[in-house]
């Protein structure tokens, strides 16, 4: 068994190193700074990790600003939306059209009222990042079990101690598939506002590379993105995991 794992791990690394190696010959062949190898780029990361280390410290920072802000603000709104069904059939269309809105489309307009500072880099985030959780938390709320409520009437819970104690947890599977997807657009949408607003972060580096022609610089900046946001997101699947420890206990033994 564990040979069979050996030979298995073996041959999925295969392929990458096929592709490093066809990659480094081309770089090779076509002898220009305007394509680097890989062994230029691991060159690169050996040589500016401390300067992109500090970068990503200032976009992770940006990012989790906007996020907490945006599950602050969206998660018990969509709750709230979920239980007062009519206010949220209104609102419905608004947040469909919202989704369907790129985050770079609206900086103008945060620009206007927040300026170019971080204020206007975390509203930014937090308007990518709330898009998802809104809308999963509604639809959570909105299709729980009618026997929640009579659940809550036999408790004589009013209504907000109905949404703490009985909405809230009954959507948390819904709501943690939501968080992901908004750890990914807060990451992804901070290195972008970067690009356009701000002096500092991982964006600002891998524009100020692609200014100065560092294509190898940049895609050194790329690598320690990509390695950032896998630990990030096995980070946030660890924790649900372990706060919906039930949820996932019930899914098991429902496949049995």
Known sequence: MTMLRSRQSYSALILPVVVLLAWQVLAWRASTPLFPGPWQVAVSIWRLYPQILGQIGYTLMRAAAGFFLAAIVMIPLGILLG????????????????????????????????????????????????????????????????MTTLVARSLHLHRLETMVFIDLPASLPMIAT??????????????TAEMLLATNGIGVFLQRQQENFQIANGLAAIAFISIVGLIVNDLVQRLERRLLFWHYRLDLHNER
């Open 83 to 146: 239980r007062l069904k009519a206010v949220g059939s209104v609102l419905e269309p608004i947040l469909d059209m919202l989704a369907t809105l790129p985050p770079p489309a609206v900086v103008p307009i945060v620009m206007l009222f927040a300026g170019t500072g971080d204020a206007a880099k975390i509203a930014v985030i937090a308007y990518a990042a709330g898009i998802p959780l809104i809308m999963n938390t509604y639809e959570a709320s909105k299709t729980l079990h009618p």
């Open 178 to 191: 939501g968080v992901r997807l908004a750890v990914a657009s807060a990451l992804l949408v901070s290195v």
